[in-house]
Nanobody
Framework: QVQLVQSGGGLVQPGGSLTLSCVAS????????MGWYREVPGKPREAVAT????????TYADSVKGRFTISRDTPKETIYLQMNDLKPEDTALYFC???????????????WGQGTQVTVSS
């Protein structure tokens, strides 16, 4: 299986910056994509940033373009979400995700981190 452990997050003032990290471990054979999603109570989970490993191609939600950056440190098997110029509407529970294949699950499967709260408030 794949385990994703997140860190970072917290309380920040509007205009501030935060970096989220997500470390992957387990019997990973193929990673198809990695990404960050966020969730606000009463709303569906939203894709914030995704990275395809095949090209690689990054995509961002319109609301975060130019402010958020997804990146990957392959040797550390870690992905990051650098968030700049944070706004109150960025307040959410953030999740990292890997779409990966393992020996036990030899097909693409979505694995999720435990979630990290980001609160933007003065």
């Amino acid at each position: 299986q794949v385990q994703l452990v997140q860190s970072g997050g917290g309380l920040v003032q509007p205009g501030g910056s935060l970096t989220l990290s997500c470390v992957a471990s387990g019997d990973i054979r193929t990673i198809y994509s990695m990404g960050w999603y966020r969730e606000v109570p009463g709303k569906p989970r939203e894709a914030v940033a995704t990275l395809l490993t095949s090209d690689p191609i990054t995509t961002y939600a319109d609301s975060v373009k130019g402010r958020f950056t997804i990146s990957r440190d392959t040797p550390k098997e870690t992905i990051y979400l650098q968030m700049n110029d944070l706004k109150p509407e960025d307040t959410a529970l953030y999740f990292c995700t890997y779409r990966a294949r393992t020996e036990q699950r030899p097909f693409p499967y979505d694995y999720w981190g435990q979630g990290t709260q980001v609160t933007v408030s003065s």
